[in-house]
């Protein structure tokens, strides 16, 4: 049974850091693209970064770039999401989720699995 597992999440001032981890189970984690989606009350999940197998290929939404860095570790089947100068507008619940394809795509539909998501509040 796959299991993504995000933690790190919590509440933290505007300016701050946090640095999300996603741990999988049941997967072979390096055949599978990752990425970093997040959903704010009465909005629609969107894409916030993406990590291709490897590692060597990364993508973020453009109001996250600059400030966050994905990264993935192949040996410890975890996806990490570093997250700085956070702002107010980050607030939402951060899911992590796994593709079979091999590039970076945007669209949720294109995952196979998900976590159960991590919540971030940011405080202005």
């Known amino acids: 049974q796959v299991q993504l597992v995000e933690s790190g999440g919590g509440l933290v001032q505007a300016g701050g850091s946090l640095r999300l981890s996603c741990a999988g189970s049941?997967?072979?984690?390096?055949?599978?693209?990752m990425a970093w989606f997040r959903q704010a009350p009465g909005k629609e999940r969107e894409f916030v970064a993406g990590?291709?197998?490897?590692?060597?290929?990364?993508d973020y939404l453009d109001s996250v770039e600059g400030r966050s860095t994905i990264s993935r570790d192949n040996a410890k089947n975890t996806v990490y999401l570093q997250m700085n100068s956070l702002k107010p507008e980050d607030t939402a619940v951060y899911y992590c989720?796994?593709?079979?394809?091999?590039?970076?795509?945007?669209?949720?539909?294109?995952?196979?699995?998900w976590g159960q998501g991590t919540q971030v509040t940011v405080s202005s």
């Open positions: 990590i291709s197998r490897s590692g060597g290929r990364t």
């Open positions: 049941g997967l072979t984690f390096s055949r599978f693209t």
């Open positions: 989720a796994a593709d079979a394809n091999i590039v970076v795509v945007r669209t949720t539909q294109s995952y196979d699995y």
